[in-house]
């Protein structure tokens, strides 16, 4: 199966999964890491998070992370998340958006058409500067909704991991 209708599969299964639950609230408690495979790290419920250095140096997927953001999603979601007259505040949304709903909306798009306020996002489930860096789109807007990282381009971060490198080149067809 191609990697792409691949995520999409994951991403739509989550979703499901996840609209079965309650509300979903996210913290800095709950985004404690609890894993770490080979500088990817996993919070107790094994979804993806950051890892920010007492001196402010911030793992790979998180730097990563902010690099897409600011290269795809920054136009309708403005600098580092905090929305626009075009899309909301990632910053304040992923408060209350889990990994699974995340993946499901970024893959396959989403529309609000409701009171006059017209917004569309589009499906993403085909952009490969997307989509082989979903999880680190959701560390970084993660790490900048529980407030652990502020505003602007993180000035340090770890070096990439090998990991990062393979399923980059994977991914990319590289």
């Given at each position: 199966m191609p990697i792409r209708k691949t995520?999409?599969?994951?991403?739509?299964?989550?979703?499901?999964?996840?609209?079965?639950?309650s509300t979903y609230a996210d913290d800095a408690a709950a985004a404690a890491v609890a894993s770490d495979a080979?500088?990817?790290?996993?919070?107790?419920?094994?979804?993806?998070t950051y890892k920010i250095q007492p001196d402010g140096t911030v793992d790979w997927y998180t730097y990563s992370?902010?690099?897409r953001f600011n290269s795809e999603?920054?136009?309708?979601?403005?600098?580092?998340?905090?929305?626009?007259?075009?899309?909301?505040?990632?910053?304040n949304s992923l408060k209350s958006i889990n990994y699974a709903d995340f993946m499901g909306i970024v893959a396959g798009g989403r529309k609000n058409l409701s009171g006059?306020?017209?917004k569309v996002m589009p499906a993403f489930g085909d952009n490969k500067?997307?989509?082989?860096?979903?999880?680190?789109?959701y560390v970084y807007l993660r790490a900048r909704a529980v407030g652990e990282l502020p505003r602007g381009r993180p000035a340090k971060h770890e070096d990439?991991?090998?990991?990062?490198?393979q399923q980059e080149s994977s991914c990319m067809g590289g």
């Open positions: 995520i999409l599969a994951v991403a739509a299964g989550l979703a499901l999964m996840a609209s079965q639950g080979n500088g990817k790290y996993a919070d107790k419920d094994g979804n993806p992370g902010y690099r999603c920054h136009v309708c979601h403005g600098a580092d998340g905090a929305g626009s007259s075009f899309a909301p505040a990632l910053a006059g306020n017209e500067n997307v989509y082989c860096y979903m999880d680190d789109l990439k991991p090998d990991a990062a490198k």
